[in-house]
C-alpha cells in the first residue's frame, strides 16, 4: 500500500487527490489548517479508514517540524497541494502583507514541507515529490499579466523545486510539477472549463508514468503535455 501526504486536503483539488487515492486503497496522510471544519475529508475517512487527517498551517514552519516529527513512515508520494490566489491585485494596489502570504504559501512552504518529509520520502518504494504549480507561474505563457503575487509565487515554486530535485538526486528522489488545468474550485471559479474530478484523473495518470532523467524536473499540465518555464 502507497502512503500519501497532501496539504491543503479539506478542499477542491486536495478533497478530489485524497478521494481518488483512498479509492484505489492508498494510505493517505491528509493535511489541513482546521480538521474540526473539515467536513468532507471527516466524511471520506468514514469510508476510507486508510485516511489520517492532521493538523497543518503550511505557512507556519513549527507546525511542518512538529508533524515531520510525529510521522515516523515512509512517503511514497508528497503532494505540495495548498495554494493561495489573491484575485483583487493590480499593479498600483500591491498590498505587501497579502503578496508575503501568498509567496509563503505557494513558494516558501512547499519547499520547507520537502524539507522537513525529504527524509520520510527517501524510505519510501516511489520517491515522489509533486507539486501542484500553475502555468500562471510560466514566463514564457505569460500574455495576460496581472496576479502579481500568484505568478511569481509560482515561478519562485518551479524554480526552488528544480534546486530540490538536483539537491535530492543523491537520494533518488523525483521532482514532479502540475498545472491541474482551469478548474471548477473555489479558487478556479464557476466558469472554469473542467471540474476536479477530470482534473485528478488526468494528474494521477501523468504521476504514475514519471519517470524523469538524473536531478531533471518536468512541468507538465494535467494531460501530460509540457508547459514552457
Ligand atoms: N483551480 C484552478 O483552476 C487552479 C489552476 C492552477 C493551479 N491551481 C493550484 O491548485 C492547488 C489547489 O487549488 P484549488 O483549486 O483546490 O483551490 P481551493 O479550492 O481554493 O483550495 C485551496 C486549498 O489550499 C488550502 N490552503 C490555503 N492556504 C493554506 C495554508 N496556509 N495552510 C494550509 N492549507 C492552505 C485551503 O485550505 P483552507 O480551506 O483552510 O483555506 C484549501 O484546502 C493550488 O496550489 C492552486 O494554486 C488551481
Not at 489541513?32 to 467536513?39: D, F, H, L, Q
Not at 489520517?52 to 510521522?71: C, E, T, Y
Not at 494596489?93 to 508575503?100: A, E, I, K, V, Y
Not at 520520510?120 to 502555468?135: D, E, F, G, N, Y
Request: proline content about 4%.
Amino acid at each position: 500500500m502507497e502512503t500519501i501526504l497532501i496539504t491543503g486536503a479539506n478542499r477542491g483539488l486536495g478533497l478530489e487527490f485524497v478521494r481518488q487515492y483512498a479509492s484505489l486503497g492508498a494510505k493517505i496522510l491528509a493535511c489541513c489548517r482546521v480538521p474540526a471544519e473539515a467536513n468532507e475529508l471527516q466524511a471520506l475517512q468514514k469510508q476510507y479508514p486508510s485516511i489520517h487527517i492532521f493538523p497543518l498551517d503550511v505557512s507556519n514552519m513549527d507546525q511542518i517540524q512538529a508533524l515531520a516529527k510525529q510521522i515516523d513512515e515512509p512517503i511514497d508520494i508528497l503532494i505540495n497541494n495548498a495554494g493561495r490566489l489573491e484575485k483583487d491585485e493590480t499593479l498600483g494596489n500591491l498590498l505587501t502583507d497579502s503578496f508575503m502570504q501568498t509567496f509563503m504559501v505557494n513558494a516558501v512552504a512547499p519547499l520547507k514541507i520537502t524539507e522537513a518529509f525529504s527524509k520520510h520520502v527517501a524510505k519510501s518504494k516511489r520517491k515522489l515529490i509533486v507539486c501542484v504549480s500553475s502555468t500562471m507561474g510560466s514566463i514564457g505563457e505569460n500574455t495576460s499579466g496581472g496576479y502579481y503575487s500568484y505568478r511569481t509565487s509560482k515561478a519562485a515554486l518551479n524554480m526552488g523545486m528544480k534546486s530540490a530535485a538536483i539537491d535530492l538526486e543523491p537520494q533518488q528522489i523525483k521532482i514532479l510539477l502540475l498545472h491541474p488545468g482551469w478548474v471548477k474550485t473555489r479558487m478556479g471559479g464557476e466558469q472554469a472549463s473542467i471540474d476536479a474530478v477530470e482534473s485528478i484523473t488526468g494528474m494521477r495518470q501523468v504521476i504514475e508514468t514519471y519517470q524523469p532523467g538524473p536531478g531533471e524536473v518536468k512541468f507538465y499540465r494535467y494531460d501530460g503535455q509540457t508547459i514552457g518555464w
